[in-house]
């Protein structure tokens, strides 16, 4: 997902753990910090060798000494190891990480079968392989979570879980079954669907669902009916990737669903069927779609609305979206225009032209989409020449999706002379996937974004670069030469970058090295004893009050980071950036197109949070990516599970985020 200290003299601490920038600045006005004073050092057992470790996992590096003695510490330090381990990119950590899963504390062996699943190395799926059969099921489910991350064959997985029985198999399997790329997940699903337990036969659901392939259609449309409302939605979604046209008919009853995650889901399915042409849309769809456009519920609404444009030219649909163009919020106006754009409506070049002159940036960046759809270069130009920096780069990504080959060079070159990074940053990626300019002024580009305070444009430099020097075998040798200069620059993604940069070009480059500032060990210390325990925060937004608690102890940096935003009034007034009905709210972009941040980096801080309803995550563009952009899953997303930092779960006001709509905005965020 696009992004995407508490006192005075933890300001600067976090800060400094974060990245080579320093913190924004607090807002004029902003009230003064009322973090607590740390608990006596008393209050943390084993205080000295916690802070050792965050310190190994912040900087990413591999530490011997510190890793032995914690080796020889109580249960909960050997717990906090294995977890640190898993966040360190670094060959070593792979035995220690195997030993811990022999621990004879459950809950050691579980984080180190979750790390593994990160960091692998040899002999790590032999060691999951018998993990998969620990006397713990947790344990064992863990495992084979870790051996479809390591892409581990799912023959070898059942193979190793038929010793136990089928009561202990099938909830090791299941979890994670639908991480596995394998055809066989289709009968071993199928077969789980035949389970009475309601939690392993939601889990055979989903693993149909996510991936879907052809073969799983029919138990697909089976499960249309499911009682469960989330699997319902599952169907519906998987159909809309695999199923055919006669599915249009069996999901059409979802729409009258009492729950909202299936009738978002159907809608969704249909428009895909459509778009696809696998389908014509149905005209008894119509009258349900005109009601579902005037729903009480916002994300029932948007998504009727971002579906109705499959149904042009229907002249009531039509009237309701021009309707909903003059009188509706700001994301109704944004979806009512892309819709009456990708029907094609005869109106729908007037809406445009008026959206090009809208005095809102969110209508001008739409009009940039809406006038790619409709094919209409001249709103384009227009548009790529806007004040607004988020209007420029919106009408070049869609002037350059359009362009192949030499016809968008001059827009790339164009799009180089921008003030704007992310700007910048999208003509670069495009020349990463059309590698026409030659080193000189890819170079040229690099040197131009050492003063930006993101990162975007000099890592999509660098691999255009070598996408340059990949597809021109002349000009690999200074290229190569030019990006091991890099090696030793203080950014860790911009070093990370030119690492994958050189091994795409066959060279093996060094050890990425540590990240961050170093800092002395009694800066830890402090994160430590202020985060030991959870934290609770008042999100008071347009739509009402949410209350979260942040898990501090799971991922401390994150958790301070957030805390300290807050305190500063960062997140005052800004939008909800990004809606999805049935998945994530976002917000934190200070930009408010989704690319924007805090002016530094975090490194993940991934755990074994599961992405329930209601959950905190940190949005990224990348590993180690985190800033100010945040998320809170809507919907359960099994999906997500170790793939962005969870930090903390809804406590209340969850039915506010329920009810927003893209655009609203945050109005202030305070600790409790």
Same mark, same amino acid.
């Given at each position: ?94 035995? =220690?990480?195997?030993?811990? !899963?022999? $621990? #004879?504390?459950?809950? @050691?062996?579980?984080? /180190? *079968?979750? %790390? +593994? &699943? ?100 029919? =138990?697909?449309?089976?499960? !249309?009916? $499911? #009682?469960?409302?989330? @699997?319902?939605?599952? /169907? *519906?979604? %998987? +159909? &809309? ?432």
């Amino acid at each position: 997902m696009p992004r995407r200290l508490l006192a005075a003299g933890s300001l600067l601490l976090l800060a400094a753990c974060a990245a080579q920038r320093p913190a924004p600045a607090p807002r004029a006005g902003a009230p003064p910090a009322s973090t607590p004073p740390p608990a006596a050092p008393s209050a943390v057992a084993h205080l000295d060798q916690h802070a050792l470790l965050l310190l190994l996992a912040d900087r990413r590096i591999y530490e011997p000494y510190v890793v032995e003695e914690a080796l020889q510490g109580s249960a909960e330090v050997r717990r906090h190891l294995a977890a640190v381990l898993g966040r360190i990119p670094d060959p070593r950590v792979t035995p =220690p990480l195997a030993l811990l !899963l022999r $621990d #004879p504390g459950a809950e @050691v062996r579980r984080e /180190a *079968a979750f %790390a +593994l &699943g990160h960091r692998g190395g040899e002999g790590a799926v032999a060691a999951l392989l018998r993990g998969t059969r620990d006397p713990d099921r947790e344990v064992g489910a863990l495992a084979v979570e870790a051996l479809a991350r390591q892409q581990a064959p799912l023959a070898d997985v059942v193979a190793a879980l038929a010793a136990l029985p089928a009561a202990e198999r099938w909830p090791r399997l299941l979890p994670a079954l639908f991480r596995f790329d394998d055809p066989a997940v289709v009968p071993l699903a199928a077969e789980g669907l035949t389970l009475a337990a309601p939690e392993l036969r939601a889990r055979a659901a989903y693993a149909l669902g996510r991936n879907p392939r052809p073969e799983g259609a029919p =138990p697909l449309r089976g499960l !249309l009916a $499911d #009682p469960d409302p989330g @699997v319902r939605g599952w /169907a *519906a979604r %998987a +159909l &809309g990737q695999v199923g055919e046209g006669a599915d249009l008919e069996r999901i059409a009853p979802l729409l009258e669903d009492t729950a909202e995650g299936p009738v978002v889901q159907a809608l969704r399915a249909a428009a895909r069927l459509i778009a696809e042409g696998r389908a014509a849309p149905p005209a008894g769809w119509q009258p349900r779609l005109l009601a579902l456009l005037a729903d009480p519920r916002p994300g029932v609404r948007a998504t009727a609305l971002e579906a109705s444009g499959r149904w042009l030219h229907d002249p009531q649909l039509s009237a309701a979206l021009l309707g909903r163009w003059r009188d509706g919020a700001l994301r109704e106006r944004e979806l009512a225009l892309l819709a009456l754009a990708e029907g094609r409506d005869p109106r729908a070049s007037d809406v445009l032209a008026e959206a090009v002159r809208s005095p809102d940036p969110v209508l001008r960046a739409a009009a940039a989409r809406a006038a790619g759809l409709l094919e209409q270069p001249h709103h384009l130009e227009t548009l790529a020449a806007d004040a607004e920096r988020r209007v420029r780069v919106a009408a070049l990504q869609v002037l350059l999706e359009g362009s192949a080959g030499e016809e968008g060079l001059p827009r790339a070159r164009q799009g180089l002379g921008d003030s704007d990074p992310m700007v910048r940053a999208a003509a670069l990626e495009w020349l990463a996937e059309h590698p026409l300019e030659p080193p000189a002024t890819l170079l040229a580009a690099l040197d131009g974004a050492w003063d930006d305070a993101s990162d975007d444009a000099r890592i999509a430099a660098v691999r255009a670069l070598a996408a340059r020097a990949g597809a021109v075998a002349a000009e690999r040798g200074a290229v190569s030469t030019a990006l091991a200069d890099l090696l030793g620059h203080p950014d860790y993604l911009l070093r990370r970058a030119v690492g994958d940069a050189l091994r795409e070009l066959g060279q093996e480059p060094p050890p990425l090295g540590a990240a961050g500032r170093p800092l002395a060990v009694e800066v830890y210390r402090e994160v430590v004893l202020r985060t030991r325990e959870p934290r609770r925060v008042e999100m008071v937004t347009e739509g009402g009050i949410v209350v979260l608690s942040l898990d501090c102890p799971r991922a401390p940096m994150t958790c301070l980071n957030f805390l300290q935003l807050a305190e500063q009034g960062f997140y005052d007034g800004l939008a909800w950036h990004r809606v999805v009905a049935d998945f994530v709210v976002q917000g934190g972009d200070p930009r408010g197109d989704g690319y924007g941040g805090p002016g530094y980096a975090l490194r993940d801080e991934l755990n074994r949070l599961r992405y329930d309803r209601g959950v905190l995550g940190m949005a990224l563009s990348g590993p180690d990516t985190g800033g100010s952009q945040f998320f809170v899953t809507l919907s359960p997303q099994p999906h997500l599970d170790g793939g962005y930092t969870a930090f903390g779960r809804v406590e209340s006001g969850m039915e506010v985020l329920d009810r927003t709509l893209q655009w609203e905005r945050i109005l202030r965020v305070r600790e409790l």
